[in-house]
């Protein structure tokens, strides 16, 4: 190994999770040279700002959460701490399609924690026989093996069928795109799990948590998702990425530098890695090695360095799904549009996920009088409509936005952002193939793996995957 100073490491991704990588590494390791390699011509991956006519498009993510710290710490520590800006307090709730209209979700409902009782009995989304079996959970024993299942063996054991179907189904689906009944507890929600386990019940863990923490029932007012604990940068997503680049040492990233093939070197030869980038005639040689691409597109990387890994990461498997955004006038709607967005439950029988209105959430992201929407079609459970052309996925969200929210005439606009077999799926089982990928990559040295299919798939998760990761370099020898 070549000293602290002259120390070559190579990020291989130049998305939130590399990104995030490099600039650990630059702060654990001021004097080695990082190289930063991305196949495409700009920094992000899926996260992309784009302004049009005055609207600030997000072309997938747009805003991340704060009740885990990653994100924000890393936003802090590159100078954005002034330009992350709140959700509008005005509007924090969310809607359920029922019975083809738009019924607020319960206050203090969240996921899967009833906080409040009055706004369960009121709500029209339970039948009064789904009522019952929701508040019945409180009695339901906790299970007794730790055993991994899906939401919908979760949901249903705890809250029942109609609980499941009209408000816990949707919500999660609503974040995760995924098939409810291949959806991984241990792997994505195990707060529930580890609540039923020490409580018996998550209405006891809800009643328990409210006593010893007394100002959390104000904050889970909002329905749905706790909208308090989001937030985003004023300018857009890609506002981060260029901060967290900008900090970057000059001249470490490289644009269009799409990977072929990764390959060790003999030890003794004092190099460990032998870098192939496409069009460039040598190889490029580096001391350690980052893979921060994503999990889809590691296999052909990892297959020459270790064969098992590379058969390993193949084995997850990936979802797709299509975001049209769209502006109107604000007169188009009939719908007062009170709040961030709605969900679709799969019993609806719609042919979007969710709609998210853009510019009700944050200040910025439409001219005055206009309103901008993203949403949501495809996913785990409607993969074929993510072959419909751009005119077809326009044509049924219009149709869609028609019937739920009283649109009326053409869009301004309509931009389908189409992410397809990108988004990786947690299905049951994941932890104990992570866990697998896991000791193969650490027991290659100098070298990490990073990214959203491993330990979590929201940007503070890659964020702390890229810095692990780094952190893990760092400390090598």
């Known amino acids: 190994m070549s000293s602290s100073v002259q120390r070559r490491i190579a990020v291989i991704g130049g998305g939130i999770t590399g990104l995030a990588a490099a600039h650990r590494l630059h702060e654990l390791l001021p004097t080695a040279k990082i190289s930063l390699f991305e196949g495409s011509d700009r920094l992000g991956g899926v996260l992309h700002s784009v302004e049009r006519d005055g609207y600030l498009i997000e072309r997938s993510a747009d805003m991340f959460n704060t009740r885990e710290p990653w994100a924000l710490e890393l936003a802090q520590r590159v100078g954005l701490t002034n330009e992350l800006i709140n959700t509008d307090p005005r509007f924090r709730r969310a809607f359920v399609v029922h019975r083809g209209k738009l019924c607020p979700v319960p206050e203090g409902f969240t996921l899967m924690s009833p906080a409040k ?70 792997a994505t929600l195990k707060q529930f799990v580890e609540h039923e386990r020490k409580y018996g019940s998550l209405i006891r863990a809800m009643r328990a948590m409210q006593k010893t923490q007394p100002g959390k029932p104000k904050e889970a007012a909002a329905s749905g998702a706790r909208y308090g604990q989001f937030l985003a940068p004023r300018l857009g997503m890609s506002q981060l990425i260029d901060a967290i680049a900008n900090h970057l040492p000059a001249g470490s990233i490289r644009l269009n530098a799409r990977i072929e093939r990764l390959e060790r070197t003999p030890h003794d030869s004092g190099v460990n890695w032998c870098l192939f980038v496409q069009g460039s005639p040598a190889p490029l040689t580096f001391d350690d090695v980052i893979v921060a691409s994503p999990a889809h597109s590691c296999p052909p990387l990892l297959e020459r360095i270790a064969p098992q890994l590379s058969g390993l990461v193949k084995l997850i498997p990936h979802a797709g799904c299509s975001v049209a955004v769209m502006g109107y006038k604000r007169e188009q709607f009939t719908h007062p549009l009170d709040g961030f967005g709605f969900v679709a439950p799969r019993v609806e029988n719609r042919r979007i996920i969710a709609g998210s209105l853009a510019s009700v959430k944050f200040a910025g992201r439409a001219p005055d009088g206009r309103i901008l929407l993203r949403v949501f079609v495809g996913g785990a459970l409607q993969p074929e409509l993510n072959e419909l052309d751009d005119q077809g996925i326009e044509q049924l969200v219009r149709k869609e936005l028609g019937e739920l929210l009283g649109a009326t005439g053409e869009p301004e606009f309509c931009q389908v952002n189409r992410w397809h077999g990108v988004m990786p799926q947690y299905h049951v089982g994941h932890l104990d193939l992570v866990a697998k990928i896991d000791a193969a990559a650490n027991a290659i040295p100098h070298f990490a793996l990073a990214g959203n299919a491993y330990h979590g798939v929201g940007i503070p998760f890659c964020v702390r995957s890229g810095e692990e990761a780094a952190e893990r370099i760092a400390s090598a020898m």
């Open 117 to 186: 009782v009055w706004p369960i009995l009121k709500t029209p989304l339970l039948s009064p026989l789904g009522k019952l079996r929701l508040a019945s959970e409180y009695f339901i024993p906790g299970k007794r093996d730790d055993q991994d299942e899906s939401l919908t063996s979760f949901a249903l054991r705890r809250f029942g069928r109609e609980a499941f179907d009209r408000l816990i189904q949707p919500l999660i689906g609503g974040i995760y795109t995924a098939d409810p009944d291949r959806l991984s507890m241990q």
